[in-house]
């Protein structure tokens, strides 16, 4: 079982920056894609960003592009969401997550708990 | 990009029910397409991937069926720990969607 752990999220002022990081099992980190999902209070899920296993690729939302960027920290096996100009509807609860067979595209069948983030003045 | 809507947004079922949700692409996506249960407070959990293969350790009541742009997924018996929200993604192409989710909620 792969184990993900998010943390980084907390309250931050509009237009402020955040980072986030999942941590991923060492025996996954190497082989696999890594995902950021979000969900809004009371609101669907959203899909956020994706980083290749070997972090040559890179694929953001349109809600994420030009303001957050995903970068991996293979020393550490964790995942970094990098989020900048921060808005009101950036609120939300932030899963990573990460595809059954470890591409890009696949299924997500192992999540984190969620790491909060509030955008607010 | 590729949307999907799900419908209904909400239904209500009692125990037992046999429950269908319907989820449709904005274009043909094969059968590059997952579902996943939410439970309250809880992240998503994989029940059904490639349109119709069940997740290990899911229950053999859960079942998905369809392909190009109309997806079903079946519920044949519901039980208590069933009641939650159910989304739909494509996994065709990035960016990967989700469609708004379907709320099973008892009678």
């Known amino acids: 079982q792969v184990h993900l752990m998010e943390s980084g999220g907390g309250v931050v002022q509009p237009g402020k920056s955040l980072r986030l990081s999942c941590e991923v099992s060492?025996?996954?980190?190497?082989?696999?894609?890594i995902h950021w999902v979000r969900q809004g209070p009371g609101k669907g899920l959203e899909w956020v960003a994706v980083?290749?296993?070997?972090?040559?690729?890179?694929y953001y939302g349109d809600s994420a592009k030009g303001r957050f960027a995903i970068s991996r920290d293979t020393s550490k096996n964790t995942v970094h969401l990098e989020m900048t100009s921060l808005r009101d509807e950036d609120t939300a609860i932030y899963y990573c997550?990460?595809?059954?067979?470890?591409?890009?595209?696949?299924?997500?069948?192992?999540w984190g708990h969620g790491t909060w983030v509030t955008v607010s003045s | 990009d590729i949307q999907m809507t799900q419908s209904p947004s909400s239904l209500s079922a009692s125990v037992g029910d046999r429950v269908t949700i319907t989820c449709r692409a904005s274009?043909?996506?094969?059968?590059?397409l997952s579902w996943y249960q939410q439970r309250p407070g809880t992240a998503p959990k994989l029940l059904i991937y490639?349109?119709?293969s069940l997740e290990s350790g899911v229950p053999s009541r859960f079942s998905g069926s369809g392909s190009g742009t109309d997806f079903t997924l079946t519920i044949s018996s519901l039980q208590p720990e069933d009641f939650g929200t159910y989304y739909c993604?494509?996994?065709?192409?990035?960016?990967?969607?989700f469609g708004g989710g379907t709320k099973v909620e008892t009678k």
């Open positions: 997550a990460t595809p059954r067979d470890g591409s890009e595209e696949a299924p997500f069948d192992n």
């Open positions: 060492a025996s996954t980190f190497s082989s696999s894609a």
């Open positions: 980083i290749s296993y070997d972090g040559s690729n890179t």
């Open positions: 274009q043909s996506i094969m059968t590059y």
């Open positions: 490639a349109a119709s």
């Open positions: 993604q494509q996994n065709y192409g990035s960016p990967l969607t």
